[in-house]
């Protein structure tokens, strides 16, 4: 199976670092884990999938950022997101200060010949079939859930039907993160909203370097302040300022990723108005600092 069980520490190898690995499924075809932690500082891990294998890392909690080899793919994967590595790569991956938890699946692909094929069908697939990819999940279903929540609920009561139940939301599970790989992270809204909330949330996401003050925001969808501020708090699990801090970290995160950009340009470029700013809000959200996402690998040992 792919060998993902090893951790590299950083420079010191405290209590609240030890990562608590544990074995939820095993059968001929799927290996199921559970990875726990609560980190003081970013650790990085090294990782590598055989070419007959495939690997999904689901986040209940936490955040990482994923590299390949040569780095020149990065992914930020959030809580409530899933990293999925297919058919042959390997990397490492640099996890967050903070609670950490983590549910990976580990596959024999020849097993799951209809899920083996269709992945490789993918544009995404290299010629060899290979595919590095992560992106947001936990948006509910026709089904009234999400492939996320029910691995993790049959993986907590295992009986004789959780091997079939956790092979049916790995094929959901690869199926949004090839198709959907662009979903929101961090200002992914949850169940039904209200029409005004819902528009505010797309005018947020299209442009959020916007200045968006509470009395901006309710006059855009012609709401009080007060009236906004009171609705958004019962729509979402958190108020409008820090939605809007959110949309602007994510963005500005694929920004330190993917560009050399210095950080104080991104900070204004993306609204925080100061590289303290951003680099506050990066340590609440992703438990990284922005230098630290550049430099990946930094607390290997």
Same mark, same amino acid.
């Given at each position: 199976?792919?060998? #993902?069980?090893?951790?590299? *520490? @950083?420079?010191?190898?405290? $209590? ?11 059968? +001929?075809?799927v290996r199921a884990y559970r990875g726990h932690c609560d980190l003081s500082q970013p650790v990085s891990r090294k990782f590598s999938v055989?070419?007959?294998? @495939?690997?999904? +890392? ?10 390949? $080899? ?7 994967? %959030?809580? =409530?997101? /899933? ?11 640099? *996890? %967050? ?13 020849? &097993?799951?010949?209809? !899920? ?19 992106? @947001? ?6 089904? @009234?859930?999400? $492939?996320?929540? &029910? ?6 009561? #295992?009986?004789?039907?959780t091997e079939p139940l956790v092979i049916g939301a790995l094929y959901e599970l690869c199926a949004k993160l090839t198709c959907h790989a662009? =979903? ?13 909330? +819902? ?5 947020? =996401?299209?442009? $959020?370097?916007?200045?968006?003050? !509470?009395?901006?925001? +309710?006059?855009?969808? /012609? *709401? ?12 979402m699990p958190y108020g409008f300022p820090e939605y809007v801090e959110r949309c602007r970290a994510e963005v500005a995160c694929q920004d ?16 925080? %108005?100061?590289?303290?700013?951003? =680099? ?6 992703? %438990? ?6 550049? #430099?990946?690998?930094? *607390? #290997?040992?």
């Amino acid at each position: 199976m792919a060998q #993902t069980k090893n951790l590299s *520490y @950083g420079r010191r190898n405290s $209590p609240d670092r030890e990562w608590n690995r544990e074995l939820l499924l095993e059968s +001929a075809s799927v290996r199921a884990y559970r990875g726990h932690c609560d980190l003081s500082q970013p650790v990085s891990r090294k990782f590598s999938v055989a070419s007959d294998q @495939g690997w999904v +890392a689901l986040s209940s909690e936490g955040c990482l950022i994923a590299q390949s $080899p040569q780095g020149e793919a990065r992914y930020l994967v %959030g809580a =409530r997101s /899933g990293f999925l590595v297919f058919s042959g790569l390997s990397g490492q991956v640099v *996890y %967050g200060r903070g609670l950490q938890d983590w549910i990976e699946i580990e596959w024999e692909i020849d &097993r799951l010949r209809p !899920l083996r094929d269709w992945l490789k069908s993918r544009e995404i697939a290299t010629s060899e079939g290979r595919i590095m990819v992560s992106g @947001g999940l936990e948006a509910e279903d026709s089904t @009234g859930g999400s $492939p996320l929540a &029910r691995v993790r609920q049959a993986l907590t009561q #295992t009986h004789d039907g959780t091997e079939p139940l956790v092979i049916g939301a790995l094929y959901e599970l690869c199926a949004k993160l090839t198709c959907h790989a662009t =979903r929101p992270l961090l200002g992914e809204p949850e169940g039904e909203l209200p029409d005004s909330i +819902a528009n505010l949330i797309k005018f947020v =996401r299209t442009d $959020p370097a916007r200045s968006w003050s !509470l009395r901006d925001a +309710a006059h855009e969808i /012609g *709401y009080s302040p007060f009236h906004l501020s009171r609705t958004f708090r019962a729509s979402m699990p958190y108020g409008f300022p820090e939605y809007v801090e959110r949309c602007r970290a994510e963005v500005a995160c694929q920004d330190v990723l993917t560009t050399r950009e210095s950080v104080e340009k991104i900070a204004i470029e993306k609204g925080f %108005g100061s590289a303290q700013a951003m =680099r506050d809000a990066f340590r609440r959200h992703f %438990g990284l600092l922005p230098n630290e996402i550049r #430099t990946l690998g930094v *607390y #290997t040992v």
